[in-house]
T-cell receptor, first 115, second 112 residues
Framework: AQKITQTQPGMFVQEKEAVTLDCTYDTSDPSYGLFWYKQPSSGEMIFLIY????DQQNATEGRYSLNFQKARKSANLVISASQLGDSAMYFC????????????WGAGTKLIIKP | EPEVTQTPSHQVTQMGQEVILRCVPISNHLYFYWYRQILGQKVEFLVS????????KSEIFDDQFSVERPDGSNFTLKIRSTKLEDSAMYFC??????????FGPGTRLTVT
């Protein structure tokens, strides 16, 4: 079974609009972390935001916020006021507490911002 | 800000040849990883390295692969006899023990 599911292979969004990228996860470990990374066409992997399973509040980093719904096992990334430079692949990843901290990755969502 | 570096950025090799991909993790980090990403696909975990030994490896990390941290600074991934299906982007990452893993810029390996 997939541990990280990203159901949107691609999205088109108008510049300046907000966008939500979906991510659901599956784990039985009570301690885990959820991450979002951005991969532009140049290929590097850029860390965006982190949410720990015990964090009481949703994580925020500038224009990025994570809508963490623990009971639904979802960790959607919200980008406010999208910019052309936000066009990239976005990956959701999970780290389980009893592992050697390696990341388990979703298939990614290709986001294209239209001017 | 500290960063993970990887060399080379692009490596082209012939099938059957050995390649060594190099990484310099962040110096005070404890955990080191190699991941790979075949073009257009998801990122896959290869191996984790802690306390100078492999702590976990995936099914992909077979006998053709090996890792070393020879001098306390560099962290290398060796592929002994490359196959066409080894063509991918290889990412090195390091981790202090909390929060995020820091990724290098990747090495694009092309096997012809």
């Amino acid at each position: 079974a997939q541990k990280i599911t990203q159901t949107q292979p691609g999205m088109f969004v108008q510049e300046k609009e907000a966008v939500t990228l979906d991510c659901t996860y599956d784990t039985s470990d009570p301690s885990y972390g959820l991450f979002w990374y951005k991969q532009p066409s140049s290929g590097e992997m850029i860390f965006l935001i982190y949410q720990g399973s015990y964090d009481q509040q949703n994580a925020t980093e500038g224009r990025y916020s994570l809508n963490f719904q623990k009971a639904r096992k979802s960790a959607n990334l919200v980008i406010s006021a999208s910019q052309l430079g936000d066009s990239a692949m976005y990956f959701c990843a999970m780290r389980e507490g009893d592992s050697n901290y390696q990341l388990i990755w979703g298939a990614g969502t290709k986001l294209i911002i239209k001017p | 800000e500290p960063e993970v570096t990887q060399t080379p950025s692009h490596q082209v090799t012939q099938m059957g040849q050995e390649v060594i991909l190099r990484c310099v993790p962040i110096s005070n980090h404890l955990y080191f990883y190699w991941y790979r990403q075949i073009l257009g696909q998801k990122v896959e975990f290869l191996v984790s390295f802690y306390n100078n030994e492999i702590s976990e490896k995936s099914e992909i990390f077979d006998d053709q692969f090996s890792v070393e941290r020879p001098d306390g600074s560099n962290f290398t991934l060796k592929i002994r006899s490359t196959k066409l299906e080894d063509s991918a982007m290889y990412f090195c990452a390091s981790f202090q023990g909390i929060y995020e893993q820091y990724f290098g810029p990747g090495t694009r390996l092309t096997v012809t």
